[in-house]
Nanobody, 123 residues
């Protein structure tokens, strides 16, 4: 069992940066791949990016590639989402999730989810 709690969301302007954190409880954290998803108002949830259990491999959606970076610190049971050059279309609730599978953007592959943190990007 892994419990996830996101933090770091807020209101920023276009072009700004923001770092989200996701703190996990449970000893099994280091065995799971972690992913970030987002859901904008009126839209379906979409995969943002993920990182494997060791932190060596990362994978991103095309919409954020080159702007967002995912990292993890297994000693702190925390995964991060560094978001640079933010755009208004990045406005969404951001969720972190844990999966026993690496390199997947499919929501059904993720077993545990956080409650989400809001990110709003204004012009």
């Amino acid at each position: 069992q892994v419990q996830l709690v996101e933090s770091g969301g807020g209101l920023v302007q276009a072009g700004d940066s923001l770092r989200l954190s996701c703190a996990a409880s449970g000893r099994a954290f280091s065995y799971y791949a972690l992913g970030w998803f987002r859901q904008a108002p009126g839209k379906e949830r979409e995969f943002v990016g993920g990182i494997d259990s060791s932190g060596v491999s990362t994978y991103y959606a095309d919409s954020v590639k080159g702007r967002f970076t995912i990292s993890r610190d297994n000693a702190k049971n925390t995964v991060y989402l560094q978001m640079n050059s933010l755009k208004p279309e990045d406005t969404a609730v951001y969720y972190c999730a844990a999966s026993p599978y690496s390199n997947t953007g499919r929501g059904s592959d993720y077993s545990f989810w956080g409650q989400g943190t809001h990110v709003t990007v204004s012009l």
